[in-house]
Structures are given as structure tokens and as C-alpha cells.
T-cell receptor, first 113, second 113 residues
Framework: SQKIEQNSEALNIQEGKTATLTCNYT??????LQWYRQDPGRGPVFLLL?????KEKRKERLKVTFDTTLKQSLFHITASQPADSATYLC????????????FGRGTSLIVHP | ETGVTQSPTHLIKTRGQQVTLRCSSQ?????VSWYQQALGQGPQFIFQ???????GRGNFPPRFSGLQFPNYSSELNVNALELDDSALYLC????????????FGPGTRLLVL
């Protein structure tokens, strides 16, 4: 069956360090992968999209990698700040090239001052 | 802010009742998707509407139904409410021209007693 796996345990890091979150998937052949940020009680906010033919994408302090052989994406936040504390969701397209992303359960990131 | 609005923000219903949730999409967006998010889980896809037609449906029973209007706003209707329907219901709008990014509203928190 299709699965999107994100670490259910919260990631605790110190301010200024790099946070790395992992998204693994099985039985998908996604055309793209997205990362979203969600604060408690709020809707997810889009951060980055990376396509199957891209290895890496950057946006300010954020970096995403996409390895379709390992079926894994890594999401990095450099120089993390307490304001980065949130749940981060990865999402894959539901079927190759569709406009319907399927979400993982998310990983909670806590950045300590 | 994404420009996607949802109403009401909170709702309490009893088992067996019916509920209608509303969503106004971002200006220029012709696609609306609805998601159910239980506590500690990722958003689960319910269905998507593109130009007033259903364009995909997740693994939800027929008592979950929807509509999209000519102005691209949308409704989610749930009949015969069950306790497990308690969740955050998220609406996301998008534009085929703009790609796969989903712009989420703040959600409606539904509690079924």
C-alpha cells in the first residue's frame, strides 16, 4: 500500500542549529513533492515544491532535497529560530502529475532559545 | 494570509445531525479541495472540485458531499454525523495555471457529541 512516513516524534533543537526533517514514501511515483508548515489550529502554509527531476531546491534558510531512488526528501532549516517551531508536513501528488497532494502526518519541530 | 476564508470557525453538533461548511477561494482560483484533519494526523483528502465538477475523491463515504458554485466558492456537507467526524476541516484553493500549490484556509473545527 502507499505510505508517506514522517517521524512522529518531535524534533528538539537549539536555536542557531540546522533542523533536518525526513519524508520517506513507498509505492508512489510522484511528479513532485511539497513541504508545508502548520501552526496549531491553523491551515498549512506552502513552503517549497520540488519536482522529480530536481535534486535540490532552496529558499532563504530552507533547503529541500529529493531522492527518487531512495524515495526520500530531506527538509533543512538553517540557523533555526524559535519562530520556526511548528509542524512540517510533506505532500506528494496523489497520482503522477495530478493536482491532488497526499499529506504525511507531519513532524513537530521545537526550537529552543 | 492566503485569502481563503472558511465559516464557521467552530461548530458543535450531535451524532446523527447534518452540517454544512463553507469556503471562499482565493481570487482567481478555480479549484477547491477539502481535507479532514484529525488531531495529530496529516490532512486527509476528501474531494476536489474544478470548475464546479468533482475532480477526485478520497476514501470517504457518500454522506460526505460537496458543491462548487460559479464564483468557485464551495460547500462541504456531512450527513448523519458520527463521533469520528470530529476534526479540523480544511479547504484549499488552487489554480491549474498556478500549479500544484494549495492555499489553505484557517479551517473549521467540528466537534460531534
Amino acid at each position: 500500500s502507499q505510505k508517506i512516513e514522517q517521524n512522529s516524534e518531535a524534533l528538539n533543537i537549539q536555536e542557531g542549529k540546522t533542523a533536518t526533517l525526513t519524508c520517506n514514501y513507498t509505492n508512489y511515483s510522484p511528479a513532485y513533492l511539497q513541504w508545508y508548515r502548520q501552526d496549531p489550529g491553523r491551515g498549512p502554509v506552502f513552503l517549497l515544491l520540488i519536482r522529480e527531476n530536481e535534486k535540490e531546491k532552496r529558499k532563504e534558510r530552507l533547503k529541500v532535497t529529493f531522492d527518487t531512488t531512495l524515495k526520500q526528501s530531506l527538509f533543512h532549516i538553517t540557523a533555526s529560530q524559535p519562530a520556526d517551531s511548528a509542524t512540517y508536513l510533506c505532500a506528494l501528488d496523489r497520482s503522477g502529475g495530478s493536482y491532488i497532494p497526499t499529506f504525511g502526518r507531519g513532524t513537530s519541530l521545537i526550537v529552543h532559545p | 494570509e492566503t485569502g481563503v476564508t472558511q465559516s464557521p470557525t467552530h461548530l458543535i453538533k450531535t451524532r446523527g445531525q447534518q452540517v454544512t461548511l463553507r469556503c471562499s477561494s482565493q481570487s482567481g482560483h478555480n479549484t477547491v479541495s477539502w481535507y479532514q484533519q484529525a488531531l495529530g494526523q496529516g490532512p486527509q483528502f476528501i474531494f476536489q472540485y474544478y470548475r464546479e465538477e468533482e475532480n477526485g475523491r478520497g476514501n470517504f463515504p457518500p454522506r460526505f458531499s460537496g458543491l462548487q458554485f460559479p464564483n468557485y466558492s464551495s460547500e462541504l456537507n456531512v450527513n448523519a454525523l458520527e463521533l469520528d467526524d470530529s476534526a479540523l476541516y480544511l479547504c484549499a484553493s488552487s489554480s491549474r495555471q498556478g500549479g500544484e500549490t494549495q492555499y489553505f484556509g484557517p479551517g473549521t473545527r467540528l466537534l460531534v457529541l
